[in-house]
């Protein structure tokens, strides 16, 4: 029953950290219609960033944390304008491929920069394991879960409320009109970039201290993709929910089937998740089925 | 439109064929007598690669009729590559089949597992193909890797050398002369097919989905073919692979090569036959560029950080790979078109 309440625990917070990422990239999709399929190597630089600054620079965590959201924010405005602004209207292909580009220049930066390839991030929580019933978890998992509602209850305050918010729903629900009302479009896709760059940074720090900075990193912005995908690509609502179902998949499941089967099943159930998605349901539990016309 | 004036023809078959003119034959014959020669003055490493160049070339090919023909985006290609290899080991050392046989059946393993994933395909497309397809990738390397019996787990398994026709291949240039004939058959096969009814399906689906169907073209059926096709060939890829290694293990299908293989029919030029050759040259003789070069301006810069070496090639090929797609996004099969008609009509400008 502990390993149970265990598996449920680190479940939910780590699928909490998948919500986050997906919605990084749900922000972009919905917005500019581009898939980011870097959003796991974006996470991997934006670890790396901050053990720079919280480690080897040793700058104070307040500040240095703000310097990794302000880095993040700078990368996530730099692809949009560089690389994704002259691709606009070009075909989904290309979208496509040009993020994987982009994915292997940070892969080759990060080898670049940081060339030990792997790190552990100074102690942002504190240390000592919480008892939850019979169940001991560290508390790096549980201020994950806390940080990632805290963010979902400030999106959803701001897509309500902030006019730049409001225009970015507009936007994803139609560009056209948007344009006619004055608003640079553009404007827009920088801004979503800028976000889906900040939920990167957040997420990456978040993973990394649970479970320090490696390329396993990219896996796990990998992974996120299955929450994308159950959750429904172009729905905020879907991504937060998939996020916990697709921890627990991985823990839980993870959990009790690698004994029947071989080691390693967990980070390959969200991967099992996403074929089985595209079988039954290709739109996800709260996606909007697209009907097609000539 | 190829053609200087003044070539007529007078039978349709004359019509269609792909190389019409004394010159074109020419070309052909001395392209043919070229790579035929080149076991006699390469050396053994520039071999090595030429074999390395020409297995990617039919792995592209086949990622090309796949992606650039049937416009179904696959970002596994690599995985199918491993079951391929993998397949052609396991009925090698196993069952000790003669090698043209398990060559052929490592083709249809990887083609069969290519359409289990591509049954998908026929409800959705674009971004949720590219990533079950990826989510292919890393069930099938999952697989490979912890399935120990079979396939000998992460440690990977030893590859005996090909037999051909009583010849056992161990040598570079034995197994070249393999290779380039397989890639020319492959070369051969692939141009044609996009020139058949089949191929003439997969561009109409590739430009409107819809739109096929209710022309009559069953995109089911097509997408099925075009997944199979498309492995077909990634198998073969990974059969040679592994018999030109002589060892595999599932870190030779990296995640990073199937990026890599779309990068390079882009980068070549989707949709058309040279496109998967130039974009592979291009991007092997890179990496080959920067294996010699990057040594040599590490000793000659000692401030430059340790993990120069490992990162400044995927820095090149993804900065290579955005460039294309920004600035030539049909590739350089493009531009090899409009040396061809300037060279054609040259001192002319039309």
């Known amino acids: 029953m502990s390993m149970f309440l265990q598996f449920t625990v680190t479940g939910i917070a780590v699928g909490l950290v998948y919500s986050l990422i997906a919605l990084g990239f749900v922000m972009v999709w919905k917005s500019s219609g581009v898939a980011n399929l870097s959003m796991g190597q974006m996470l991997l630089l934006f670890a790396w960033f901050a053990y720079s600054m919280l480690a080897q620079k040793g700058i104070p965590i307040w500040l240095a944390l703000i310097l990794v959201l302000v880095f993040s924010l700078a990368v996530g405005w730099l692809m ?151 959750g429904g690509l172009d729905s905020f609502l879907g991504a937060i929910v998939a996020g916990p179902i697709i921890g627990l998949a991985q823990m839980v499941g993870g959990g009790y089937l690698t004994p029947l089967t071989w080691p390693g099943v967990n980070d390959v159930i969200p ?16 996606g909007e089925e697209r009907i097609e016309r000539i | 439109m190829d053609l200087p004036t003044g070539i007529r023809s007078f039978s ?9 003119t004394k010159t074109h034959w020419f070309w052909l014959l001395l392209l043919l007598a070229v790579l035929f020669s080149m076991p006699l003055f390469l050396a053994n490493y520039w071999l090595s690669v030429a074999n390395l160049i020409f297995i990617t070339i039919i792995a592209a090919t086949g990622l090309n009729i796949l992606t650039g023909y049937c416009g179904q985006l696959s970002i596994g ?71 120990d019996s079979v396939t000998g787990g992460t440690n990977g398994l030893p590859v005996p050398p090909a037999k051909v026709l009583g010849l056992v291949l161990k040598s570079q240039s034995d197994k070249f002369y393999l290779i380039l004939i397989v890639t020319i058959i492959i ?25 096929a169907e209710v022309m009559g073209v069953n995109p089911f059926r097509y997408k099925l073919l075009a997944f199979f096709t498309g492995c077909f060939f990634a198998g073969i890829a990974g059969s040679l692979f592994a018999h030109w290694t002589g060892y595999i293990n599932p870190e030779s299908f990296p995640f990073t090569n199937s990026i890599l293989y779309i990068g390079m029919i882009i980068i070549g030029g989707l949709g058309t036959t040279v496109g998967p050759i130039f974009g592979v040259i291009f991007i092997q003789l890179l990496d080959v560029l920067v294996t010699h070069v990057s040594p040599t301006l590490q000793a000659a810069f000692p401030g430059l950080s340790s993990g120069f070496v490992v990162g400044i090639a995927p820095m090149l090929f993804g900065v290579t790979i955005i460039l294309f797609i920004i600035f030539e996004p049909r590739g350089l099969a493009h531009r090899w078109q409009i040396f061809k008609t300037s060279y054609r009509l040259w001192p002319f400008s039309y």
């Not at chain 2, 349709?12 to 019409?20: P, S």
């Not at chain 2, 058949?196 to 997969?202: C, D, E, H, N, V």
Request: charge should be positive.
């Open chain 1, 80 to 230: 949009e304008r560089v690389i994704l602004r002259p691709l606009i209207a070009q075909p989904i292909l290309s979208l496509i491929t040009v993020t994987l580009g982009v994915s292997f220049v940070i892969t080759g930066l990060v080898s670049f920069l940081w060339p030990k390839g792997i790190a552990a991030l100074p102690r942002l929580f504190p240390q000592n394991p919480v008892h939850i019933g019979s169940a001991i978890v560290s508390q790096e998992y549980l201020w994950a879960a806390v940080i990632s509602l805290m963010l979902f209850a400030l999106l959803s305050l701001y897509f309500k409320y902030n006019r730049t918010g409001i225009v970015m729903r507009a936007t994803a629900d139609d560009q056209k009109a948007v344009q006619a009302c004055g608003i640079a479009v553009t404007k827009i896709f920088s801004r979503s970039w800028m976000l889906a760059g900040a939920l990167a940074a957040i997420s990456g720090v978040l993973m990394a201290s649970i479970g320090g900075i490696t390329f396993g990193l990219v896996d796990t912005g990998m992974r996120a993709f299955s929450v994308v995908i159950l």
């Open chain 1, 271 to 286: 991967f099992i998740i996403i074929i089985i998605v595209m079988f039954i349901k290709p739109f996800g539990l709260f």
């Open chain 2, 12 to 20: 349709y078959g004359e019509d269609m064929a792909v190389f019409r």
């Open chain 2, 77 to 147: 290609h690599a995985g199918f590559m491993a079951v391929g290899a993998y397949t052609s080991v396991i009925l090698t050392t196993r069952f000790g089949l003669p090698f043209p046989l398990v060559l052929l059946s490592s083709g249809i393993m990887a083609g069969l597992i290519g359409m289990l994933f591509g049954i998908s395909s026929l409800r959705i497309k674009g971004f949720y193909l590219a990533i079950s397809t990826l989510a292919a990738q890393f069930i099938i390397l999952w697989v490979i890797s912890h399935w």
């Open chain 2, 187 to 211: 070369i051969f096969v692939a141009k044609n097919l996009s020139r058949t009814k089949t191929g003439r399906a997969f561009v109409a689906i590739r430009d409107n989905d819809l739109a």
